[in-house]
């Protein structure tokens, strides 16, 4: 069984370890936390957000940010969604997303949860996708420059129901 806990500064080797190449770095931060490879005092930054550690019972299987990108907490923004790469396939990042949705709407009184996901990342999208986020079309999707390309971003976002499951 899949739990979340706050995050601990213990837990960043463990988690900054399952990028293992440029490119899935980028995937995840999108250059936000710094260059590749990461250290831990630059994967720092993510303890001014909201920061989550999923665990079962072999250890740390994934980890994800909540900020809140408007003055009020009526949407709260996922980041930084990372699963084990050994856990992968398993049912994991759905799971750590749905307990995530569970704090996002019951815990801190949400009306909405919203990420991004670069386009190039279609298992992520489909992990998104399958726990309900839906697309949201923008006028001008936001886009980086990595490895001398456009990356594009997905919009997804996702409404408050009744209790979320």
Known sequence: MIRLRPYKTTDANTIVSWC????????WTAGVLGH?????????????????????QSGIV????????????????FGFVIVNPNKRG???GKAMLR???KFVFDIYGAKRASLSVFENNPTAYYCY????????ILDTPETY???????????LMIEKRAPFR
């Not at 590749?36 to 079962?56: G, H, K, M, S, W």
């Open 20 to 27: 293992q190449d440029e490119k899935a770095f980028y995937q």
């Open 129 to 136: 996708k399958s726990v309900g986020f839906g697309d949201v």
């Open 62 to 77: 994934g980890f994800f940010t909540l900020r809140n990108p408007n003055e009020s907490f009526d949407e709260l923004r």
């Open 36 to 56: 590749y490879p990461i250290t831990q005092n630059e994967f720092r930054f993510v303890e001014a957000l909201l920061p989550f550690t999923a665990f079962d």
């Open 145 to 155: 420059q990595v490895f001398d390309e456009e990356w594009v971003c997905k919009e």
């Open 99 to 101: 307990l995530g949705l």
């Open 90 to 92: 398993q049912g994991y």
